[in-house]
Nanobody, 120 residues
């Protein structure tokens, strides 16, 4: 299973970015997809996730500013980031909890990370 993330870049404070992540490979089903981030010198933290049923969860620091969505048919998750702040600067990692076979066990897979820099 491969996760390909895109959409990072440099943006000014108050600006917006949209991240995308597509899962491909041997996939029977995806239980949930999400985004984590890791800022320099800090631990990786959950930003948001969405289940296959559409339930979402957000870190308190991004509630009201970020929106996670998915296209289940395309095995793709999106993260719309608005009102960006310098403290949002981090490498953002896509995550998917994937079941590769009907009788198999689901496990987590990670994308390569995409850098988001919020700076004037």
């Amino acid at each position: 299973v491969q996760l390909q993330a895109s959409g990072g870049g440099l943006v000014q404070p108050g600006g917006s970015l949209r991240l995308s992540c597509a899962a491909s490979g041997s996939i029977f089903s995806i239980n949930a997809m999400g985004w984590y981030r890791q800022a320099p010198g800090k631990q990786r933290e959950l930003v948001a996730y969405i289940t296959s049923g559409g339930s979402t969860n957000y870190a308190d620091s991004v509630k009201g500013r970020f929106t996670i969505s998915s296209d289940n048919a395309k095995n793709t998750v999106y993260l719309q980031m608005n009102s960006l702040k310098p403290e949002d600067t981090a490498v953002y990692y896509c995550n998917a909890n994937v079941k590769r076979q009907r009788l198999g066990t689901a496990r987590d897979y990670w994308g390569q990370g995409t850098l988001v820099t919020v700076s004037s």
